[in-house]
Structures are given as C-alpha cells and as structure tokens.
C-alpha cells in the first residue's frame, strides 16, 4: 500500500482553480496536498485577501500558485495549470474547484479504478462520484465493489486526467469561459475514441450553485441560483454542444435539455432576479443559434 502511495504522490499533480474561495480554502488544499505530487492553485483575479492566503499556502513545497490579473475563465485556468504539469513531468492531473473537499483516500480510489479498466491506453478521465454539500447524498447510488464504465460527461472537480491523453485530445476550449467546459471535454473526448468513467464510490463533497429547497405544490424541489452570467453561458454553450453532437450523442443531448428546461422553469418560478436570468437565457439561446463564441463583455 505505501508503495502504491508513492506511485500516487509520484505521478499526480492537482489543478485547482480559485475565484474568490471561502475561509476552508486552505484546509481543503491541505487535504488535496496529502495525496498528490503538486498543487497548482491558478486563481482568476481573485481580491488582496486572497492572494495573501495563496502567498502564504506557497510556502509549502508542494503547493504553487499562478495568479491571474482578471477572471480569465476556467477553461483557460485549466489549461494553465494542466500546461504546466506536463512541463513538469507529471503522468496525470486532478482537477478540482475550489470549494471541493476530498476524501483522504481519493487518489487511491481513481487509480484503482483506472487499474481495473480493460483498455487503460484509451481511458483520458475518470470522474470522481461525490456527496452532495448541501444534502450529503451521493451523485449516483452504486455497489461500491462496482465499476461504471464510460459514462459520457464527468464534472471537472475530481476528475483525474490522463495527459497522454490530453496530447491528443487537445486543451480545454477557452470560449466556453466557464459552462459545460467539463462536458465539452468529456464528449470530445469520446469523439476521438477515448473513454470517460466514474468512481462508484463517492469520494469527495461538491457544491453545485446556492442550492435552496422550496415546497412547490406538494412536493420539495431545489434551484441551483446560478448568477445572470451563469445563465447566459449555461445556455448557450449548451446550444453550442447540442448543434455539434446531435447526431452522435443524441442521449447525451436529450436528457441534458429535460435537466436544462426542469431548471429554467423552476428559476421563473422560485429564484430571485428572475427577469434578468430569464433574459440572459434567451440571448444565450441566440448567441448559441447564431454559434457566437466567446467571452460576452456585455452583460
């Protein structure tokens, strides 16, 4: 078990992007630092407070910030930091936002899971399932023993990414700035032939938006309250994927637009500043139309 340890530590290096992250930042870095090589924090232009603690968090060997002057996107934050792995060495990159909080076996977990896939050369990513932070239950209910295999999308957060891979698949795509760049990956990734799986155990607590529960009729329903900027690029990098794989991910495309029209709705309905998300997604419908890619500055 040591020895495989040490392969871990060895191999790893984790991505962390910030942006503003709370005061359990650095305790979750310290907890991300235990089971990896290196941690690169590439924070996007977070306040003077923040970079103070990164300053400081620096001090510890293995962690290393890359501060941006401006939020240049996570796609870009992403490259960043996967660019400078590979210029170091490193066999694989974990990625992780900055609000996720690890388990302290999680690397193992992911190369476990890797060591047991039947055609490792093609898998680029597996995906980490994880408990939700606002109700503590897991993503996907699976026999721990088991092993998903090839799931199309994985979010970014505890995914661990093959840089062999990576040489062929390409870099994040820096227009998609920070919607659905996980997804985007992970179907292009399919496309060029490789696989995405996902850890049946959950091995780390994520939070997905400002989650609140709402009694609607009789039942209890949650809404993500994503910002108005959320909302536009939500939408349109959707339009934007579901243009270019509606033929061959066509599954793919349908369940994320049930999730995608359940979540509007249920934004009109419950959420706060509803007219100006409302209108955000309507200009993201036809930027995505028009395929207008991009960083739109005018919102």
């Known amino acids: ?158 995914s661990l990414l093959s840089l062999r891979a990576f040489n062929t698949i390409g870099p994040f795509r820096d227009e998609f700035f920070i919607d659905l760049v996980d997804f985007e990956y992970c179907l292009r990734t399919r496309a060029k032939g490789y696989y995405v799986t996902i850890t049946s155990k959950p091995i780390m607590e994520h939070r997905l938006g400002e989650v609140e529960v709402h009694r609607l009729l009789w039942r209890k329903v949650g809404t993500s309250n994503h910002s108005a900027l959320r909302r536009y690029y939500m939408t349109r990098n959707y339009i934007l994927l579901a243009k270019e794989y509606a033929s061959s991910e066509q599954a793919w495309v349908l369940v994320t637009l049930f999730h995608f029209l359940k979540s509007i709705i249920l934004m009109i309905l419950l959420e706060k500043n509803r007219r100006t998300k409302l209108r955000n997604v309507i200009l993201g419908i036809w930027h995505g139309i028009l395929g207008k890619i991009g960083i739109n500055e005018n919102l």
């Open 1 to 158: 078990m040591t020895e495989h340890r040490d392969c871990i530590i060895k191999d790893i290096c984790a991505v962390v992007v910030s942006y503003f992250p709370d005061s359990n930042f650095p305790e979750r870095i310290r907890k991300i630092a235990e089971q990896v090589g290196k941690v690169i924090i590439v924070d996007n232009g977070s306040d003077i407070e923040t970079i103070e603690v990164l300053n400081k968090l620096s001090l510890q060997s293995r962690i290393q910030p890359i501060l941006n002057s401006e939020n240049l996107g996570v796609a870009t934050a992403l490259n960043q930091g996967v660019w400078w792995a590979q210029g170091h060495g490193f066999r694989w990159v974990l990625l992780f936002d900055h609000d996720t909080t690890p388990e302290k076996t999680m690397t193992e977990e992911l190369l476990s899971v890797y060591t047991k896939f039947p055609c490792q050369e093609k898998l680029a990513i597996v995906g980490s399932n994880y408990y939700n932070a606002y109700n503590h239950c897991p993503l996907y209910n699976m026999d721990v023993d088991s092993c998903r295999w090839m799931r199309k999308t994985v979010i970014t957060s505890g």
